[in-house]
C-alpha cells in the first residue's frame, strides 16, 4: 500500500509518466494543474507544520483529517482523470481545483504514512523505503510501458489502496493513540523556526539531498532508448544499493558511516567520470550513476525522516510537513530552472552538473570536517547519573549475548517508556551518548535526558551500577 501511493504521488514528476499521452492540453490545463498543485503543497506544507507545533500535535493523525485528506486526494484525482475522459471538462478552473485538492491530500497522506513509518528505527525504515520506492519504480516503469487504458485502470487501482492504510488505521484510532511526540527538552515551546533548527542540526546533509533531488528532477527529464526515465531507474537502482546497507554492522551509527563514508566515495567516483568527454564511455556511465547516486539520497532521506519521526522529538506532522513543502518548493525551482538556457538540454544542461558537483563537493566536505572534528575528540564515552560524558573511561563494553532480555526484564521492573526502553537497551550494550543519538536521530541532549530519567527509575547512580543491575538479570 505504501509503494502504491509513492506511485500515485503527484508532487514527484515521474509519477506524471501516465498522463504524458497528449491527452491533456499542456498549455490549457498541466500548467495550471502544476503550478496549483507544487504551491499549494508549499503552503499546506507548512500549515501542517505549524499546527504541529502547536499543543496537542497529534491532531492532524485524527480520523477527520485524516479521512478528509484522504477525501481530497481521490477527489482530486477524479477531477484530473474527468479531464481526459469528458470532452471540454479539462478547463483552467478544473485544473486549479484539482491541484489544489490533490495538494492538500498529499500533504495529509505524506504525515499519515511519515507517522506509520515511525514505528521503525533508522535500520529497519531503511530497509521498507528501500524495498518500497524500487517496488514503485517498477510499477512507474510498468505504466509507462502500457496503453493509457490499461494504465488509466491499474492507477485507479492504486488510488484507494494508497489511501486505505491511513483510513483503516485512523478509524481505529492507532495512528494518534500509537504515535507519542517526546518534544524538546530544554522545556521551551516548539516553534516553526525552533523546529527547522533543530530538523537542520539532526538531518542537515540527508535533507540537503532530498532537496537536490527534488530540483535535479523537475528540472530535467531523460529518457533511455525513448521508453524508460532515468529518474525512474535511478530509483530502482539506488535501491539496489541501499537494501545491502541495511545489513552493515558497523561500531559507528549507521547513517554517519553512509553519508561520511559510503556516498562521499561515490560523488569522488563521479566527479572522476564526469571528467572525460562528452561521448564517452565513462560519461555515459557516469549519466547511469548519477542517476543511481541520486535515488539513494531520496531513500536515504525519507528514511532518515522516518527515523527523526521515531526518535518522537518533533512532530510527525512538523517533520513531513515540512519535507513536503519543500520538495514542491525546490520542484518549483526546477521547473522555473528547465526553461532557463544554461539547464535546457540543446545546450548540454551544464549548469545540472554544476549544481551536482557543488552538492558532491559539499558532501565530501562535510565528511572531511567530521573526520577533523572526530580526530580533535576523544570518541564516545559514558555517563554519569546528571548525564554527563566521564572522559577516560571504557565505551562500547563488551556484553552478553542475552543482553536484550536482561534490559527487557529491568525495563519491565521500572516501568520505563518505550523511549526509555529503547536507549536502555543501547546503554546496556556499552554504548554512550553519540552513538546514541545518532542511531535514533535525535539530539545528545535528548539523550542525556533520558539518561538520567533511566537512572532515577531504576534507582542507580552511576554507569556501573546501571551494569551491575543489568548483569543481574
Not at 509503494?3 to 506524471?16: E, G
Request: with cysteine.
Amino acid at each position: 500500500m505504501l509503494a502504491a501511493f509513492l506511485v500515485t504521488l503527484p508532487v514527484y514528476a515521474p509519477n506524471h509518466l501516465l498522463f504524458e499521452t497528449g491527452v491533456y492540453d499542456t498549455g490549457a490545463y498541466m500548467a495550471p494543474f502544476a503550478n496549483t498543485l507544487l504551491g499549494t503543497s508549499v503552503v499546506a506544507g507548512l500549515a501542517a507544520a505549524w499546527v504541529s507545533a502547536r499543543p496537542g500535535a497529534a491532531r492532524l493523525l485524527g480520523r477527520g483529517w485524516v479521512f478528509a485528506g484522504s477525501g481530497c486526494y481521490l477527489a482530486g484525482y477524479v477531477l484530473f482523470i474527468l479531464a481526459a475522459a469528458v470532452p471540454g471538462f479539462g478547463a483552467a478552473a478544473e485544473a486549479v481545483a484539482a491541484g489544489a485538492l490533490l495538494g492538500l491530500g498529499t500533504v495529509e497522506l505524506a504525515v499519515c504514512w511519515g507517522a506509520y513509518m515511525a514505528q521503525y528505527d533508522l535500520r529497519q525504515a531503511l530497509l521498507w523505503v528501500a524495498v518500497m520506492v524500487g517496488l514503485s519504480a517498477l510499477l512507474e516503469m510498468l505504466l509507462s510501458s502500457v496503453t493509457f487504458a490499461v494504465g488509466l485502470l491499474v492507477f485507479c487501482v492504486l488510488l484507494p489502496l494508497g489511501c486505505f492504510l491511513p483510513c483503516w488505521k485512523a478509524a481505529h484510532g492507532r495512528l494518534s493513540d500509537r504515535f507519542a511526540v517526546e518534544g524538546p527538552r530544554d522545556g521551551a515551546p516548539l516553534t516553526l523556526r525552533r523546529g527547522l533548527a533543530a530538523m537542520m542540526r539532526l538531518l542537515a546533509m540527508p535533507f540537503a539531498g532530498l532537496m537536490v533531488f527534488a530540483f535535479l528532477m523537475g528540472a530535467r527529464k531523460f529518457i533511455l532508448f525513448d521508453v524508460v526515465h532515468m529518474e525512474v531507474l535511478g530509483c530502482v537502482l539506488g535501491a539496489l544499493v541501499v537494501v545491502p546497507l541495511c545489513f552493515v554492522r558497523s561500531s559507528r551509527p549507521l547513517l554517519p558511516v553512509i553519508y561520511r563514508l559510503v556516498l562521499p566515495a561515490f560523488a569522488l567516483a563521479l566527479i572522476f567520470l564526469n571528467s572525460f568527454p562528452g561521448g564517452s564511455v565513462p560519461l555515459w556511465f557516469a549519466a547511469w550513476l548519477s542517476y543511481a547516486f541520486f535515488g539513494m539520497l531520496a531513500i536515504l532521506a525519507l528514511a532518515s525522516l522516518a527515523a527523526l519521526a521515531h526518535g518522537g522529538e518533533l512532530p510527525c506532522g512538523f517533520i513531513f510537513g515540512v519535507a513536503v513543502a519543500a520538495f514542491a518548493a525546490f520542484s518549483i525551482l526546477g521547473v522555473a530552472a528547465a526553461a532557463t538556457p544554461p539547464f535546457q538540454e540543446q545546450e548540454g544542461g551544464p549548469a545540472l552538473l554544476v549544481v551536482s558537483t557543488l552538492f558532491f563537493v559539499a558532501l565530501i566536505g562535510e565528511a572531511l570536517v567530521s573526520l577533523w572534528r572526530a580526530s580533535r575528540g576523544a570518541g564516545e564515552v559514558p555517563v554519569s547519573d546528571e548525564g554527563d560524558e566521564l572522559p577516560g573511561r571504557p565505551v562500547a563494553v563488551p556484553r552478553p549475548l542475552n543482553v536484550a532480555s536482561r534490559c527487557d526484564a529491568l525495563a519491565d521492573e521500572a516501568s520505563l517508556t518505550p523511549r526509555e526502553r529503547e536507549i536502555l537497551g543501547y546503554l546496556g550494550r556499552g554504548h554512550g551518548i553519540a552513538f546514541i543519538a545518532g542511531t535514533l536521530v535525535i539530539s545528545e541532549s535528548t539523550v542525556r535526558t533520558h539518561v538520567k530519567a533511566i537512572y532515577r527509575k531504576v534507582g542507580v547512580g552511576s554507569r556501573e551500577e546501571l551494569l551491575a543491575r543489568v548483569d543481574e538479570g
